[in-house]
């Protein structure tokens, strides 16, 4: 069998001296469209962002694809197949659309394919980072993410903030990636019913820990596992 698109084995890391996450187990398979949910503050986006390799990792290992990426700098682990489009999108503002893809560009990805993606973009393609919408400024995240060709792309609470039509249209997209058959997808999301809608699979993290691992079909018919750690009234009846 192919080895996991991302294993963590053990993982302790936090900022500095303080640590976040307290010993993480987890495995993401190939193709699998796994959701991470939890209230505020319970280590989501340091869950991401440790496996790009932007926090100290006190203890344990990052794997991806079977190598262990634990010592290697961010940019490497994009070279190794990592793709994160952080909740702050980090764009860069004073750069044309183009000039930030351009900036994400790997190995045989073209610039068309993310015009495709997003005719919006290509509409766009001269104007500067700063002059965009929320919604088009997230389109430029995924899209740049995407043409560094991730076997992983991860994305921290893409839909925040945005309009509802938006929404529904990064969804989309979302399975449209999820199914091409080259992309795992690992989203983090506040809102638990899309999280269910999209993965097949959900962890749910609380206090740095994983305290549920399941299938969303399993979750769905057991609420009370969900609630217990995100709240009542987080799903739909
Ligand atoms: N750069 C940082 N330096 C120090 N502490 C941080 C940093 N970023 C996050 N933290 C702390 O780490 C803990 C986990 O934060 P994290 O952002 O990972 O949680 P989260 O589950 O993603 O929350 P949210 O849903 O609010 O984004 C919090 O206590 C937070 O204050």
Redesign the pocket.
């Known amino acids: 069998m192919a080895d996991p698109v991302l294993k963590l084995e053990g993982v302790v890391s ?3 001296d ?1 640590t ?1 996450l307290h010993g993480i187990d987890l495995t993401v398979g190939q193709g699998e469209r796994v959701a991470i949910i ?10 991401l ?1 440790t496996v790009m390799g932007l ?1 100290r990792l006190h203890a344990g290992r990052v794997m991806s694809a079977g190598v262990d990426v634990s010592t290697l700098a961010p940019h490497k682990r994009v070279g190794a197949g990592l793709g994160l489009v952080p ?1 702050t999108r980090d764009i860069f503002p004073s750069l044309t659309v183009e000039e930030n893809l351009l900036a994400g560009l790997r190995g045989d990805a073209r610039i068309d394919e993310a015009y495709e993606m997003f005719p919006r973009l290509a509409e766009r393609r001269s104007n500067g980072g700063a002059q965009l919408s929320g919604g088009e400024q997230q389109m430029l995240a995924i899209a740049r993410t995407l043409l560094g060709q991730p076997r992983l792309l991860m994305l ?2 893409p839909l925040e903030g945005l309009a509802p039509v938006i929404c529904d249209m990064l969804m989309e997209t979302f399975e449209r990636i999820a199914a091409d058959g080259t992309h795992t997808v690992l989203l ?1 999301e ?1 809102h638990t019913e899309l999280a269910l809608d999209f993965a097949e699979r959900v962890v749910i ?1 609380d206090a ?1 820990a994983v305290v549920e691992d399941a299938t969303a079909e399993a979750l769905r018919a057991d609420p009370a596992r969900v609630e217990r750690h995100v709240g009542v009234g987080m799903l739909a009846d």
Do not use: A, H, I, M
């Open positions: 936090g900022y500095g303080t976040v939890g209230r505020n503050g319970v280590g989501k986006t340091t869950l962002s926090t909740q921290d609470e983090v506040q993290l740095g």
